[in-house]
């Protein structure tokens, strides 16, 4: 069955600091991966995502993940946190089938402390 | 640009009632995704209309329909509204259908069911 990781619930990071949220996968097939960032009452804005290509993917905001097939990861990050990245992060992949079986993590708070 | 937007944005109501959610595309967007968040997880899909033919259909039950109008618009309808129907709908809006076309989320619909 399709699945998504993201192992921790809460990610603490000081503010100038590089930060990292996890996300591994379990797919068949080639993956599409996804990273999205939600705030506080508002609906999801898309960071980046992994279709083909370069395994390092860069997005929005300064973010860029990496993607590595042998240990089946998609890690977000960022080298230098801002207090405004401070929100809950989804990652979601994509396997065989289109969006209709899309699957999200369950999503990690990220806390950028001034 | 106006970006995705959805009404209402917040809707209590009690078992057994019928509701509607609404959402306008991003103007030349011809794909529309609904998604059902739960307090505490990430998004499920439910439905994906692309030139108002549905294209994909999560693991909802027959109680959730949905429609695309000519404009590209799209109506979310649930019948005999379920305490555990309560959650943020989010609809996403893409140019077409397939998965290399990124998503643009409205702020949500937040449902209550009493």
């Known amino acids: 069955a399709q699945s998504v990781a993201q192992p921790e619930d809460q990610v603490n990071v000081a503010e100038g600091n590089p930060l990292t949220v996890k996300c591994t996968y379990s797919v068949s097939g080639n993956p599409y991966l996804f990273w999205y960032v939600q705030y506080p009452n508002r609906g999801l804005q898309f960071l980046l995502k992994y279709i083909t290509g370069d395994n390092l993917v860069k997005g929005s905001y300064g973010f860029e993940a990496e993607f590595n097939k042998s240990q089946t990861s998609f890690h977000l990050k960022k080298p230098s946190a801002l207090v405004s990245d401070s929100a809950l992060y989804f990652c979601a992949v994509i396997g065989r089938g289109g969006y209709q079986k899309v699957t999200f993590g369950i999503g990690t708070k990220l806390q950028v402390i001034p | 640009d106006a970006g995705v937007t959805q009404s209402p944005t917040h809707l209590i109501k009690t078992r057994g009632q019928h509701v509607t959610l609404r959402c306008s595309p991003i103007?030349?967007?011809?794909?529309v995704s609904w998604y059902q968040q739960v307090l505490g997880q990430g998004p499920q899909f439910i439905f994906q209309y692309y030139e108002k033919e549905e294209r994909g259909r999560g693991n909802f039950p027959d109680r959730f329909s949905a429609r695309q109008f000519p404009n590209y618009s799209s109506e979310l309808n649930v019948n005999a509204l379920l305490l555990g129907d309560s959650a943020l709908y989010l609809c996403?809006?893409?140019?077409?259908?397939?998965?290399?076309?990124?998503?643009?989320f409205g702020p949500g619909t937040r449902l209550l069911v009493l």
């Open positions: 996403a809006s893409s140019l077409s259908s397939g998965i290399q076309e990124t998503q643009y």
């Open positions: 103007s030349g967007h011809k794909s």
